[in-house]
């Protein structure tokens, strides 16, 4: 393919990243109203959480279902999935229909970027890949910034309902624009779906992320309920691994990780989608809450993640192209990101907009390094016929990663409110929900 005909198709892959980074990202300048709506401030991190549950159970399996029906079908399913979950979520009455729909919008999503890249896989040679999947980084890094963004300014204009509302015309627009450019042959190759595999990791990832989710709120941590949980998770994730090592055609090949670029990679995505996906969820709840910033403020104050993440993913990816070496960029993005994880947990009540910003930048640009860096390693690490389990395997241990971070900070924001509440704030012990209420509800309870 020439230049022009990638970019065509360019246009219509990207429009579906934009959609799942909005997916991902726009709730979070929401949360703070959404809980307070809802009165049910130990349950925030659920809405981020239980979309990226289904989104990373989902995720190994498009790639040897998009092998049997084709890439393009297969696409076209997410994007739809995913927009009527959207919808959705608009319509929720309570916490636990917002959750239960934002499972269903999950579902969607965990196609939509590991499709994209197993496409681009599929039509750029190795060494050119590079420059391409940094326009994805890019993508990605602007809606992780517009995302919070866009949520912020629609809840203060309208409604948080239309930070759902908002993903349908852009997922129509990426189905349309598919449907018209995206012209791949139809290569069928046989394969057997491992449904057993499937439902094993479902239930391993569950079972783990409700005891970092329940474990101290719920339940205290030597409790029944969460000791159950965490031998049921381990059991789970050994039946999980015995099932795909005996597998025929596992969604997770275990050989794989023979390969050490392989091991190495899914294990940094790992921590990347961790240390993101906390830093987009809680930042904003930090300038609401302590800093009494409305949500469209607090969207736009996170523009200095988007221009480190977006200047270092074209960057790096067109250098890459250039010299043909990438091993040096995951060491300087893990390196930054590192950094800039230290410096967010020196923030105080009285911390200044620019530190945080100049934090931003670094964390961005660390970000930026890594991310689809991995992916390009990843993919050239391993055999062809193994691309699409290669890639999916990337996205999948970034979006766990992502789930467990969420639910992890969750709980710990969560049980130090439940903690110093009451110390601080005499006769406000369960009003949590009002500090989370909005930021006209949030200063007047610190006060």
Not at 50 to 63: D, E, F, H
Not at 142 to 159: I, K, W
């Amino acid at each position: 393919m020439t230049h022009r005909q990638i970019m065509v198709v360019m246009s219509g892959l990207l429009l579906g990243v934009l959609l799942a980074a909005l997916d991902q990202t726009i709730v979070s300048t929401a949360l703070p109203q959404i809980v307070g709506d809802f009165n049910a401030l130990e349950h925030l991190s659920w809405v981020v959480t239980a979309y990226l549950l289904t989104s990373t159970a989902s995720t190994p399996l498009y790639g040897k279902i998009s092998d049997l029906y084709g890439r393009k079908p297969v696409f076209q399913f997410a994007i739809v999935s995913s927009c009527w979950g959207s919808m959705l979520c608009g319509l929720s009455q309570s916490m636990g229909q917002l959750t239960a729909f934002r499972v269903v919008q999950g579902l969607g999503a965990g196609g939509l970027m590991v499709m994209a890249i197993t496409i681009i896989g599929d039509i750029i040679p190795p060494r050119e890949r590079g420059r391409y999947q940094g326009y994805f980084g890019g993508v990605f890094g602007v809606a992780s910034v517009a995302g919070p963004l866009l949520g912020g300014y629609f809840t203060d204009q309208l409604t948080w309902r239309w930070i759902f509302y908002v993903n349908v015309p852009v997922g129509i627009a990426a189905l349309v624009v598919l449907s018209i450019v995206l012209k791949m042959p139809r290569t069928r190759r046989e394969h057997k779906i491992d449904y057993a595999g499937s439902v094993l990791l479902v239930a391993a990832v569950s079972s783990l992320l409700l005891v970092t989710v329940w474990g101290g709120q719920q339940y205290a941590w030597s409790s029944g309920p969460i000791l159950g949980l965490s031998a049921a998770g381990l059991l789970l994730t050994v039946a999980f691994l015995v099932r795909e090592h005996h597998a025929s055609e596992p969604i997770l090949p275990l050989d794989l990780f023979r390969n050490r670029v392989f091991g190495v990679g899914n294990g940094i995505g790992f921590i990347v989608g961790l240390t993101m996906f906390g830093a987009i969820v809680y930042i904003p709840v930090y300038l609401q809450v302590v800093k009494d910033r409305t949500p469209t403020a607090s969207g736009l104050l996170l523009l200095p993640l988007m221009v480190g993440v977006l200047f270092a993913s074209i960057g790096s990816g067109r250098i890459i192209s250039r010299i043909g070496k990438l091993k040096i960029f995951p060491i300087i993005g893990t390196t930054l990101t590192a950094i800039s994880m230290l410096m967010l947990s020196r923030l105080q009540v009285d911390s200044s907009i620019l530190y945080l910003a100049v934090t931003l930048v670094i964390l961005g640009l660390g970000l930026g390094c890594v991310m689809q860096v991995l992916i390009l390693a990843v993919q050239n690490a391993v055999d062809r016929k193994d691309m699409g389990a290669a890639t999916s395997s990337v996205a999948f241990f970034r979006t766990l990663g992502g789930a467990f971070g969420t639910a992890i900070f969750g709980a710990v924001l969560t049980a130090r409110l439940h903690y110093w509440e009451p110390k601080l704030l005499p006769g406000a012990a369960g009003k949590s929900g009002q500090l989370a209420g909005g930021a006209t509800g949030c200063s007047a309870t610190r006060r």
